[in-house]
Structure formats: structure tokens, C-alpha cells
């Protein structure tokens, strides 16, 4: 088992003043050195316990929360850091209400026990209540005299922790901890990286980026009337510019998030800040505001000025849309255009609810087109392999440090303004499917299994991505891959759900039934149509259909427990049609005794399944004979999850769309005083003989299932007719 270091707080602060000196300290202030350089010289346990202090969540400790063994003398370590000026009771109203937010209930009203306060709430009162009270009577109250208050301290190194982690991660919420968390085990990193370059090339791009990443996770926490200061503060000014891209980004964020929080006391306030704001939400949330108002020809101009000059595909998106909407004569939006041009809906099996996409896939299959679902994994493996030299090996892209993921030029959307040279080469080497094939393959098998979070190294997304390789236009290909490129974080996902190979490539984005297009999904399928790709948008509606199959399943096994017991038999009927068209079945060797009481339930006993084949043995049989088809049972969890176990023992997966005739004819067959197969079998006249045997239940299950299967049929078509007569 992995362990820290002895002493693995302030072993993590070395290294992280180890990367500051190495990379960024042209981005550490004069004072900070300074107190960098004091805090070098402190004796051990001083520096272990400031860095303790300094590093737990809340602003303010108790001495009496701070014992440690790696701590020697906390008497002598507190104290040389009071007299250093290391530590600090709260000096001033503002500390002091941070305090006060801090403490539980229970010392709340010790505090005002205390003080000898008058008129207290009551004691069942909430916190918040007594908080607001006490906050009240800030002006009476003297911190080092109050036994309460005392024992608290805090230190303005914390925020020059937090600064330094900021400039470390690139990013707020870094935290000593995870470099615990990496020397545990627990997170992976990349410790075979030397340190890397600085997140930040000036000093005042770091001041600026962390001023504006806090003010802008401060929104969450500030009440209303702050809120409201803040986004005066903004409008007139009172902070710098931002500086850099991080600070851009993270101000155009707080702008509009701003602007959200703040438009139901004061409108115009709001309006104000979208309009300050680069935000593609932003500019189209204030474009619809001057459009609401009434306003409609400064509405139309600055709709012309996007169309004109496009910088964002989703405000492009908008503005083309609503500008047809609003100011032309086409009166329906893309994606109405879309849902028209794509046909009539396929109707599923109500079974696909929660897996469409494999419902659609069989359904094309029955069809002898090969159908994958591959969604964004298919595009951003292709892109990884495509360009991997770039995105992870090249200098000009290195990595911070061992912690980050993403390369830099994809955080900031500069990969091909910065290696617009080698992408172009890259791409006219792509002459035809067997250079793009072979280039792939090549790239898969030199850096298979290297860590990266774009991409997956799956055996499905690497078959799916050759596939993809060997039958999609060449030119198409090309095209996208630069569009990519060029926008990395406007086309990283949204992509369509299915790859249909025949012929060629199509793509299918499939829309079941409530279910939605989002704005990015609309993109990414524009820009793949612009690329030269076929992409249609697919509906579906539940619906029984007569070609679809079902394997009708039962099995017997030595106990109810799927996580101990073991299938002694199984059988399995093919219906298609409402007709049988197949059967398999087997006893099953559990490699186990069968209890007595299952034997007198199941006529089942030792000697039947002592030649009988064990389940490895007949696995692929039964994985075979039940594929592309839905998995239907009684009481279908028990005789799915013990098949699903069996699987999941052989370290194979097992995953079928499922119906339960339980379920079902308490739904189509309703009124009967119990659902028992035998029960029911017996109420509706269904021959059952040699109950508890796999096949004998099996078929008769069949049997319940056709009539079940009648009833939503009927039910389907009576809902058709009705629909026929609405339109007329």
C-alpha cells in the first residue's frame, strides 16, 4: 500500500515552491518573494504548522483543531509565528464577520451568552438567524478578550497559497491535497513529465486572470445587494482590464452570469453588462432583449454585424436563425427544416426506451446495413491520432506539469494558429481512405495505451474509427479535421449517434421520443454537412413491430441469489411474427450441489447436470442465439441478472434490451388476482405442464407474451386511427 511522506504537507509545498522558482517566479510579486524566502528560513514545526493553518478550507482555525505528530513543540512553533506576524486574530469588521459566519450554532449562542446581549432569538432558531443577530452587534465585540474568539487565528499566507496554487494549476480549486491524493494512488498523473512552461507569460496576466476567476466564483456566494455592487463596480470601471486570455474569458463570463443575477432588481443594469460582455449567450440574450422592447432595427443591425463578421459558430448559429425568423419570410427554424427532411419515424419496440441507439442498430442490420454508435468518441479519436505529435510531444505545446490533461492550444483554441504548417502537411498526406487507414493504424500502435482524456483507447473505437477510415469521402475528411482544428472546443462533441457503412458513410443523429436537439448537436451537424459528410436526423416512435425479434428466456438455478446461486438450466424461444422460429436449450452444470427443495420444485437434482455442460462451455451459444433480439422473461430481472452474473464471471459483458411479461400483463392484461406464471397461465388457458422446467415455462411464456404482444397492437393501431381522423 502506498504511503505519504512523513511530514507530506509541507513536502508538497517544497515541490510546489520547487515549480514556482523553476517556472513562474517572474509572476510572484516583490512582497511575496520576500515572505517565500522568510518562510525558508523558519524553523520545521513552524513551517509545518503555518502550513497547515494555511491550507484548511475555512479562513480561521482553533489552536485546539491543530494537533499533529509531526509537530514537535506547538507551543514554540505558535508562538515564533504570532511574533513573526505569521498569525492573525481577526483585526477589523470585515475578518471578524468571516469569523463569526464560521462558528456553529452551539458557540453562536455561547458568544451571546458572553456578551451579555439582550432580547436573543430563541434557541430552536435557526443559525442563520443567529448569525444575523450576532453579526448585528460587531461594534461590542472585543476578540481578545472573548474566551470564544480567542482561540482563533488565521493568516494572510493563505491567500498567498491560494495565488500560488492558481499559477501552479492554471486554474482555481487546486489544492495541496492532490498531490496526496497522487502520491496515493488515487489520481493519475504524468510523473515522467519534467516541469513544463508557465500558464501565465506576465505577472500581470496571472494578477489579472486570478482577480477575475475569484470574482467570478464569488457570484455563488454573494447576497443580492453585493451582487448588485459588484456589477455597478463593473460598469464604471473600478477593476483593471482584463489582461490575457483566461481573464478575458472569465469577465465575458461574469458579465453575462452577472447580468442574469441582477436583471430582476435592476434591468438596465443588466442590459448594461451584456454589453460588455463577449459571451456568445451574451450578445444573444441582449439581441432578443432589444428585439422584446421592440427595437427592432438596432436589433437587426447587430445581427447584420455577426453575419457579417462571424466569431462564434453558436452566435452564428443564432443570429442565422433569428435573423430568418424575425426579418424574412421563412417563418420555420433549422431544426424544423431538419426534422421535416428526415422522413417518417422507425417505429421500435418500447424496450429500446433508454438504448434507441441499439434498437436502431438491430433494426439496420436487419436491413444488412452495418450501423455503429459511435457519437463524439469516433471524432475525437480520429482528431488525437490524426495530430498526436502536436497536441502531446511538441514543445510548443508542453504541458505545465504532470497534472494537466488538456493540451494548451486546445484550452485556448489556438491549435491551428499555431501549427497551421503541420496540420496542412499532415493533411496532404491524406491522398485516399488506404493513406488515411494506414496512417491511423500506424498512429494507434505507436502510442496505444498513452494516457490521454480525449480519447479512449477501446476496442470498439478503434474498429469503428478504421471502419470510418476505409469508406468516408477523403475530401469530407479533410475538411472537418481542419474545421476542427480551427475550433476545437466549438466541435469536440455534439456529434451524431450512429455511423451507417454501405457505400459509404452516413450519419444518423437519432431523436426518440421527448427527447431534444441541443444547440451544439445543430453545429456540429451543419459544420459535418458543410465538410461534405450525409447527415440526417432520424425520429422514433415506440411502436410494436411485427419483425422485430424476441427470445423469450427461463432458467432454473440452485437459489435466488444471483451473486452465489448458479443456472442449472436454460431455455431460450426465437418468436418473430407472434411464430416460433427457434429454440435452444440445456441443463447446465452449476458445479455446485442443488438443494433438496429446489429439486422437489424443479425436478432438477445432481445427477441430471453431472454430464451437463458448464456455462463457459455453451456461452457463446447463448450469446449468439439471443443477439439482436429483445430479451423477454417472467419476472425478467431474475433471469437477466443471473445471466448477466454468469457473463460478468467470464468477464464478458451482457447487456440486451429487456421486457418482463409481468409487468406488461399487469399493464395489457389487467384484473387478475395474480401474475404467477402459473397463476396466470391457468386464468387465461395456457397449457403449462411440467411446471419449473426451463423450456416448458419458456414456451408458455410465449404463448402469455403473443397475447400481451396482440394487445399493444391493437392499442398502436387504434392510436393511428385516431391521429388519421385529428389531421381531418
Known amino acids: 500500500m502506498k504511503t505519504l511522506p512523513e511530514k507530506y504537507y509541507l513536502t508538497h509545498f517544497f515541490e510546489l515552491l520547487d515549480y514556482l522558482e523553476q517556472t513562474s517566479w517572474h509572476l510572484i510579486s516583490d512582497a511575496q518573494r520576500t515572505k517565500l524566502n522568510a518562510f525558508k528560513l523558519l524553523p520545521q514545526d513552524a513551517q509545518c504548522l503555518l502550513i497547515r493553518v494555511v491550507n484548511r478550507k475555512r479562513h480561521f482555525v482553533c489552536s485546539e483543531e491543530l494537533v499533529y505528530d509531526e509537530i514537535d513543540d506547538y507551543p514554540g512553533a505558535y508562538q515564533l509565528l504570532n511574533e513573526q506576524s505569521w498569525l492573525t486574530r481577526a483585526q477589523d469588521p470585515a475578518m471578524l464577520s468571516t469569523l463569526i459566519s464560521e462558528l456553529n450554532k452551539s458557540q453562536l449562542m455561547a458568544l451571546a ?10 434557541k430552536s432558531a435557526k443559525k ?130 452577472l447580468a442574469n443575477l441582477v436583471i430582476d432588481h435592476d434591468a438596465v443594469l443588466s442590459d448594461s453588462l451584456l454589453t460588455l460582455s463577449a459571451h456568445p449567450k451574451a450578445q444573444e440574450k441582449y439581441i432578443r432583449s432589444l428585439y422584446a422592447k421592440g427595437e427592432h432595427e438596432k436589433c437587426k443591425e447587430l445581427i447584420e454585424q455577426l453575419l457579417d463578421a462571424p466569431g462564434d459558430e ?46 436502431l442498430i438491430e433494426h439496420y442490420g436487419r436491413a444488412n446495413v452495418s450501423a455503429f454508435h459511435c457519437e463524439n468518441m469516433l471524432w475525437r479519436a480520429l482528431f488525437c491520432l490524426s495530430f498526436w505529435h502536436e497536441l502531446f510531444e511538441d514543445e510548443r505545446n508542453a504541458f505545465s506539469n504532470e497534472f494537466e490533461h488538456t493540451p494548451k492550444c486546445l484550452k485556448d483554441n489556438s491549435f491551428y494558429s499555431v501549427f497551421e504548417t503541420e496540420i496542412e502537411q499532415r493533411l496532404t498526406t491524406f491522398i485516399d481512405n488506404t493513406h488515411l ?113 424476441y427470445v423469450i428466456v427461463d432458467i432454473e438455478t440452485t437459489g435466488g441469489k444471483k451473486e452465489h446461486d448458479k443456472i442449472t438450466e436454460i431455455a431460450m424461444v426465437k418468436v418473430v411474427n407472434g411464430k416460433i422460429v427457434g429454440q435452444w436449450h440445456s441443463l447446465i452444470n452449476p458445479q455446485r450441489r442443488i438443494p433438496r427443495y429446489i429439486t422437489e420444485l424443479t425436478g432438477i437434482d445432481n445427477e441430471m447436470v453431472s454430464d451437463a455442460p458448464v456455462f463457459s462451455e455453451v456461452v457463446d451459444d447463448i450469446d449468439t442465439f439471443g443477439r439482436e433480439a429483445i430479451f423477454v422473461a417472467h419476472n425478467v430481472n431474475f433471469d437477466y441478472g443471473f445471466i448477466k452474473a454468469e457473463f460478468a464471471r467470464l468477464e464478458r459483458p451482457f447487456k440486451r434490451a429487456k421486457l418482463c411479461t409481468v409487468q406488461l400483463g399487469r399493464k395489457w392484461l389487467p384484473g387478475h388476482a395474480s401474475y404467477s406464471l402459473g397463476k396466470i397461465c391457468q386464468a387465461l388457458n395456457i397449457e403449462l405442464n411440467g411446471h419449473h422446467r426451463a423450456l416448458n415455462d419458456a414456451l408458455a411464456t410465449v404463448e402469455l407474451f403473443n397475447l400481451i404482444n396482440q394487445r399493444r397492437i391493437e392499442a398502436s393501431d387504434n392510436t393511428k386511427d385516431k391521429q388519421q381522423e385529428d389531421t381531418q
Not at 451568552?113 to 430563541?122: F, H, S
Not at 461590542?140 to 493563505?158: C, D, E, M, Q, W
Not at 424574412?328 to 429500446?352: Q, V, W, Y
Open 113 to 122: 451568552k458572553e456578551l451579555e446581549l439582550q432580547e436573543l432569538p430563541i
Open 128 to 257: 442563520a438567524i443567529w448569525h444575523e443577530y450576532i453579526c448585528g452587534q460587531l461594534a461590542s465585540i472585543k476578540v481578545a478578550s472573548s474566551a470564544i474568539l480567542s482561540g482563533y487565528f488565521t493568516s494572510t499566507f493563505k491567500s498567498d497559497l491560494a495565488y500560488f496554487l492558481f499559477i501552479f494549476f492554471g486554474k482555481l480549486g487546486g489544492a495541496l491535497s492532490q498531490f496526496s491524493m497522487r502520491d496515493l494512488g488515487v489520481m493519475q498523473t504524468h510523473r515522467q513529465r519534467v516541469q513544463g512552461n508557465a500558464h501565465f507569460e506576465s505577472r500581470e496576466e496571472a494578477q489579472s486572470a486570478f482577480l477575475y476567476c475569484n470574482l467570478y466564483n464569488d457570484l455563488k456566494i454573494l447576497p443580492q445587494q453585493s451582487l448588485l455592487e459588484l456589477a455597478d463596480n463593473i460598469i464604471k470601471q473600478s477593476y483593471t482590464s482584463p489582461i490575457g486570455s483566461l481573464a478575458k474569458l472569465k469577465y465575458d463570463h461574469l458579465c453575462y452570469k
Open 314 to 359: 453558436q452566435l452564428l448559429f443564432f443570429a442565422e436563425d433569428f435573423y430568418r425568423l424575425k426579418f424574412t419570410e421563412k417563418r420555420t427554424s433549422l431544426l424544423t427544416d431538419m426534422l421535416r427532411a428526415s422522413g417518417p419515424p422507425i417505429c421500435l419496440d418500447e424496450a429500446f426506451v433508454g438504448y434507441v441507439e441499439q434498437g
Open 437 to 549: 487507414l494506414n496512417w491511423l493504424i500506424k498512429q494507434a500502435a505507436d502510442k496505444f495505451n498513452q494516457h490521454s482524456r480525449l480519447m479512449f483507447w477501446h476496442p470498439d473505437c478503434l474498429a469503428q474509427l478504421f471502419e470510418f477510415a476505409k469508406h468516408a469521402p477523403i475530401d469530407a475528411v479533410r475538411a472537418h479535421l481542419r474545421a476542427m482544428s480551427k475550433d476545437f472546443n466549438g466541435l469536440k462533441d455534439g456529434y451524431p449517434d450512429l455511423m451507417l457503412c454501405q457505400q459509404g458513410v452516413k450519419f444518423v443523429e437519432v431523436k426518440a421520443p421527448g427527447d431534444s436537439l441541443r444547440r451544439n448537436q445543430l453545429i456540429t451537424i451543419k459544420k459535418l454537412i458543410e465538410s461534405g459528410f450525409d447527415v440526417s436526423v432520424q425520429t422514433v416512435q415506440w411502436q410494436v413491430q411485427p419483425e422485430q425479434p
